[in-house]
């Protein structure tokens, strides 16, 4: 167990500041061109709503499932495409709905 937390915790070393950093800047620049509307009630189904701080924990979902998933399955071609797709069903799909609701 610590040896798969350790290579866990080595993965999201790199991924977590580089996505927040990603996220953060393209939330800026989509804010700056007005794609965003920050005015309309959050909607979990529509990521022009969200505040930053759902962009950035969404994120974070994103890079710890991926972590995750890729430590537990071992790490090749396959196991990168499985374990990006299965971080992008928790982070588009599944946390959403729960962000928003404990957001509020």
Sequence with gaps: MPH???EVLIRLAVMLPTLMIVAT??????????VLRT???IDPRNMRTWPL??????????????????VA??????????????SA?????????LLVRFAR
């Design 25 to 34: 800047l393209i939330w800026y620049a989509c804010k700056a061109f007005g």
């Design 53 to 70: 701080r759902i962009a950035l924990i969404d994120a974070a979902l994103f890079a710890l499932t991926f972590a995750v998933v890729i």
């Design 73 to 86: 399955i071992g790490e090749s071609q396959l196991s990168a495409g499985v374990a990006a797709a299965a």
């Design 4 to 6: 798969f937390l350790f």
């Design 39 to 41: 005015d309309a009630p």
């Design 89 to 97: 069903i928790v982070a588009i799909g599944l946390a959403p709905p």
